[in-house]
């Protein structure tokens, strides 16, 4: 009858990204995750994320158990102690005994030269991403290196260890000539957070350049087919602006037009999937891995859409 079209009740409008994401994370998460999605987006408390989070730390003041998902085993890796480190950085509590002793274990484990391995030898063999091949005398890395340091600095951390990290870091980041993506995201967290500022926008004037030169960013989405694998790399693990300037106030921000970073932004956004979580792109290796680290990447990607002022809610 005439009318009742006006009666027809209008669809319903499809969830908002955090909703979405939010039952992916009560499907699929670790409790650290379920606890680091409570704190970011829902109000909670940091207090469960601090305790979640000591669960993985281990007796030597480094941290084990797979807390990054690609290192198995209950052993403490250089990968772990720098995921741990962003995790309290989110909380802003990268301080106090735990950080001593996290000092006192980097020293340990470095190599001559200061700096962080991959991956330490470990006398049982855990299993690990075979990107992260496990050697008796590992050399420095700056993606392991870069990125404790650069959090240590910026919560004005001082310990014997951070001088001749920080010496590599710096030697490393000024001299590099062919970096891989993830290389130059370690020089980014390093830079983001090292106290002399002059000498940070220098070295990411001359990285971002680099950078582009090598089209190690995919600058349009639409045409990524078009930009190179780095060796070693899976079928799509390319990396995006928003990759390497998770944040507006990074310095590698600079490196890229708006017009790119918001390309990159859409792109991130309409990667979220439809169970709610975000994909992983690196290569499979065990299925216990891809599922971990899915919840995690859903948590990096919800932080930078909100850093830029995007929609979730």
Known sequence: MPGDEASVPA?????APQARAEQFIWLTARVLEQHRFAYHFLGGDADPVDTALGSYLAADGGYGHALDPDLRGPLSQP???AHALRILDGLGRC????????????TRISTPEGALPLAVPTPRGHPAAPWHPVCDDPPGELVTTGPVVGVLHRNRIWDAWLFRATEFCWERVETLRHAHPYEVQGAVAFLDGVPDRARAAAAADRLGRLVRERRLAVLDPARREEYPLSPGYAPGERLFPHDYARRPESLARGWFTDEEVDRSLDFLAAEQQPDGGWPVRRRAWAPGSTLERRPI??????????????PLA
């Open 11 to 15: 669809p319903a409008a499809a969830p």
């Open 95 to 106: 301080a106090g005994q735990r950080i001593q002793r996290l000092c006192r274990h980097l």
């Open 297 to 310: 990447a859903t948590i990096e990607a919800l932080l930078t859409l909100r850093a830029y002022g995007r």
């Open 79 to 81: 990968l772990h102690a």
